[in-house]
């Protein structure tokens, strides 16, 4: 059972070129995020999914796209890579209920530096 | 919206001292409440989690943490300090199920450090 698997692990980007970091779960959830770590500000929400075929915006999402391509896989697109952006990206993916909650499982993440 | 407030982003204990890493956060509806550990180059593991019932919730490796609503904490403790412990601490809040949209929402976090 592999979890939530993220690719790439490591990336290096020039200023204004562009990517799409993947991500899928095999646990059958209905919610994705997308975050971003820097230090000291801990795990920044850039966007998620709570179902299949929606997206929401989180705290950052300036300068990111998302696609919930199926319930299984949830991209995260970069159009044109600025430094700002170098970060540790995390893809994360949890079932919801009104009644009991369960936590979020976690990918490996993606160092992402651009130059 | 929810939100999260972890107390000191770097806390030093020494080994066998109690650890005290605090958290508070903000919702506007009953939340669901968790910990997370991420040790260096990795990615996160949940070590406790509060959703419903008993305000008193106990995780792995001899954690535990306390859900008061009147103080709107949820502050994670562990009687004695191992060095195994070194590692950063995150809080985090959800808002509950999908028809709150299913935000899940971090603090920015708490390095522990362990001194022999």
């Known amino acids: 059972n592999a979890g939530v698997t993220q690719t790439p692990k490591f990336q290096v980007l020039k200023t204004g070129q562009s990517m799409t970091l993947q991500c899928a779960q095999d646990?059958?959830?209905?919610?994705m995020y997308w975050y971003r770590q820097d230090p000291g500000m801990g795990l920044r929400l850039i966007y998620y999914?709570?179902?299949?075929?929606?997206?929401d915006k989180g705290e950052v999402p300036n300068g990111y796209n998302v696609s919930r391509l199926n319930k299984r896989e949830f991209s995260l697109r970069l159009e044109s890579a600025a430094p700002s952006q170098t970060s540790v990206y995390f893809c994360?993916?949890?079932?919801?209920?009104?009644?009991?909650?369960?936590?979020?499982?976690f990918g490996q993440g993606t160092r992402l530096t651009v130059v | 919206a929810q939100s999260v407030t972890q107390l000191g982003s770097h806390v030093s204990v020494s080994e066998g001292a109690l650890v005290l890493l605090r958290c508070n956060y903000s919702?506007?509806?009953?939340?669901?409440l968790f910990w997370y550990v991420q040790y260096p180059n990795q990615g996160l593991q949940l070590l406790l989690k509060?959703?419903?019932?008993?305000?008193l919730v106990k995780g792995i490796n001899g954690f535990e943490a306390e859900f008061k609503k009147s103080e709107t904490s949820f502050h994670l403790t562990k009687p004695s300090a191992h060095m195994s412990d070194a590692a950063e601490y995150f809080c985090?809040?959800?808002?509950?199920?999908?028809?709150?949209?299913?935000?899940?929402?971090f603090g920015a976090g708490t390095i522990l450090r362990v001194k022999s």
């Open positions: 999914s709570a179902s299949e075929g929606t997206t």
């Open positions: 919702s506007s509806v009953p939340p669901y």
């Open positions: 985090a809040v959800s808002e509950g199920g999908m028809e709150y949209g299913n935000k899940l929402v």
């Open positions: 994360a993916s949890r079932i919801p209920n009104t009644l009991w909650d369960t936590e979020a499982f």
């Open positions: 646990m059958n959830h209905n919610s």
């Open positions: 509060y959703t419903t019932g008993a305000t």
